[in-house]
């Protein structure tokens, strides 16, 4: 016998379901999440949390006319079963298959792309408006986290659609977590919902006076929920101009449909709060949702366990252990997150350091500037930031730590390609970026010894400096204990060929090894895009015919584009190829895979060059110079 799940091709299937089938379909759902994204990895936690309200939302709404705009995006796997892709999900975040986050190539129901958050409410708010001025009867709803709605952006756009004329519907979905535990007075404002004194007495009180009178008992605990709206946060969102109702139950369907349905109704801006946890139904992933934000692949019935090889040290792991290395011996050092501790590396920083560790919730421009604050007072900021979110604080970076040259350290975790979460969350655009921005250094560690002592150099500047690092771990590089800096703008020659030098920025300096031991090429590990090496660059340009840049991030406006201005400057004109990743959007996938596509695997560089330099004579075999 078929499954209720088997029968949902799309959400026109779902709204012809009785509205008593609905909690075994939430059932059958959550069952197929877990053992989904068992098989494939993905995020978990959030998507456990979700099926109830995703039910509820497309029964409720005429979807895909009806706009849903999922804030983030990594809690939109119940979203894409119930929207025709249940057979795709063995595919979920592999080349070629689903995106892990809404794409609205993917699918007509996907209304806005997301992954970055807090862009929710912007985004439905646009295309409320867009309805309403080409007379359409379109809702659009956005569906934000707490954490989410600790950036400014969410509050931007609430200040707007307070006094838009549009039928927009805001639903925080309030499940005290994001990857790492929120924080800040809004979060502490909204905890308040079940755990405040005053809201907790009046029901103590109120249930041994009127248990009493059965009657009057079951009246006051269908008003409960009413109730809570008149202690929390009612009159915060309602000062924005918006009707508020909740918070209500967000697991249970015989709250949720009705409430919505009475909201589809309304007319103007409204805010339904709802409560849900995180990890809903796994009592695994209940008791600890952080590590089940985005498991790998794993057994439910065993929950996650230790590989039994211990994995190769992280990049992460390797910034984790100097910050908490340099802070005992440098107490000027304060450590400063954007709501990324686990992912950045600062749990144990945290733990050792907690008057000198600030997570300041999902706000990268305040971050930023917060850190400015701090250097201008003598204090040494280190801002662990993945490099796709530090593209959100963009003019803090210029306005208020470069053009003051503030010796804020920038430590941009998961640049260049990062696989599975794919576009939105790839680091290619940093190099470009940042080097254009007087007073910047990028610093572009080949393994994670060198890693670390490139910290130790940005740490050791006055004026700010970026230190690139991919995800995971890199060839293994035994990491020395100490804290010595490596040396300011200067590279290292590695291998000694002739004709054609490589010059590699960053961890791709191992394939370009590869590639040069079968060319006979030499390979200079650059380290630093901004300031080039340029003693190194011009001795290396003079000896060699032709010149090839190497670099996992955009090739447009690089480091090869660096490499190229330089050579322009100095008046030498050589061949040169510049590698790195094309002008498009690099999609989700097997990291290695996708570099090998890109051309940047040992092959690909090969390749390349002999293409370019077909009449160079290469691959000759004369005696090796190893030079470290």
Not at 487 to 495: A, D, N, S
Request: net charge neutral.
């Amino acid at each position: 016998m078929a499954s209720l799940l088997e029968t949902i091709q799309s959400p026109q299937d779902l709204r012809r379901l009785p509205r008593a089938q609905l909690p075994q379909l939430a059932e059958e759902l959550r069952a197929f999440v877990l053992d989904s994204v068992s098989r494939t990895g993905g995020h978990l936690s959030s998507n456990l949390g979700t099926v109830e309200l995703t039910i509820a939302l497309h029964y409720v709404f005429n979807t895909p006319h009806d706009r849903l705009v999922w804030d983030v995006g990594h809690q939109t796997y119940p979203h894409k079963i119930l929207t025709g892709r249940r057979d795709r999900m063995g595919t979920l975040r592999q080349l070629g298959g689903l995106a892990g986050f809404p794409l609205r190539t993917e699918s007509e129901y996907d209304a806005f792309g997301t992954a970055h958050s807090s862009t929710s409410i912007s985004a439905a708010l646009g295309m409320a408006v867009a309805a309403h001025r080409q007379g359409e009867d379109r809702k659009a709803v956005a569906i934000i986290g707490d954490g989410a709605m600790s950036a400014g952006m969410a509050f931007e756009a609430l200040n707007n659609a307070g006094v838009a004329e549009c039928n927009l519907l805001v639903i925080l979905n309030d499940n005290d977590m994001s990857i790492s535990p929120p924080v800040g007075a809004l979060n502490r404002y909204l905890a308040q919902l079940m755990s405040g004194q005053f809201y907790a007495a009046a029901k103590s009180v109120g249930k041994n006076v009127l248990k009493v009178a059965p009657p009057l008992f079951q009246l006051a605990k269908r008003f409960e929920e009413h109730a809570k709206g008149m202690v929390v946060p009612a009159t915060l969102f309602e000062q924005f101009g918006f009707n508020y109702i909740g918070p209500i139950d967000g697991h249970d369907l015989h709250s949720l449909i009705p409430t919505l349905e009475n909201l589809k109704h309304l007319k103007g801006p409204q805010f339904l709060h709802v409560v849900t946890k995180k990890g809903q139904g796994y009592k695994l992933a209940e008791a600890d949702p952080v590590a089940y934000h985005g498991p790998g692949k794993f057994d439910p019935a065993v929950g996650l366990v230790q590989p039994a090889t211990p994995p190769k040290t992280t990049f992460t792991q390797v910034f984790g252990q100097w910050l908490c290395d340099m802070a005992t011996q440098d107490a000027r050092l304060v450590g400063i997150t954007p709501a990324m501790r686990e992912g950045s590396g600062l749990v144990e920083f945290e733990k050792r350091f907690p008057e000198r560790y600030f997570d300041v919730g999902i706000a990268e421009q305040h971050a930023v500037t917060f850190a400015a604050g701090l250097a201008c007072e003598g204090l040494k900021p280190v801002v662990a930031i993945y490099s796709t979110f530090l593209q959100r604080a963009y003019d803090q970076l210029i306005h208020d730590v470069a053009l003051q040259k503030l010796p804020v350290v920038l430590a941009l975790d998961r640049a260049g390609i990062v696989g599975a979460d794919g576009p939105t969350h790839a680091g290619a655009y940093d190099i470009p970026y940042l080097r254009c921005i007087p007073n910047v250094s990028i610093a572009c560690p080949a393994d994670e010894n060198e890693c670390r002592g490139l910290l130790s150099a940005a740490f050791a500047q006055d004026h700010p400096v970026a230190v690139r690092y991919p995800r995971g771990a890199g060839v293994g590089a035994a990491v020395d204990a100490g804290l010595a800096p490596l040396p300011f703008g200067r590279g290292e020659l590695r291998r000694q060929g002739q004709r054609v030098a490589i010059l590699a920025f960053g961890t791709l300096l191992h394939p370009a090894l590869r590639a040069a031991e079968r060319l006979n090429a030499t390979v200079v590990n650059m380290r630093w895009a901004k300031p080039l090496d340029q003693a190194l660059l011009l001795e290396v340009a003079a000896r060699h015919e032709a010149l090839v840049t190497v670099e996992e991030g955009a090739v447009m406006g690089g480091a090869g584009s660096a490499v190229a201005e330089a050579l322009a400057a100095a008046g030498v004109a050589k061949p040169l190829l510049q590698l790195g990743l094309r002008d498009e959007f690099i999609p989700h996938g097997d990291p290695a895979r996708l570099l090998a596509l890109q051309g940047l695997d040992d092959a690909g560089i090969e390749r390349s060059i002999c293409e370019r330099f077909a009449g160079l004579a290469l691959r000759e075999p004369p005696e090796l110079k190893v030079v470290r």
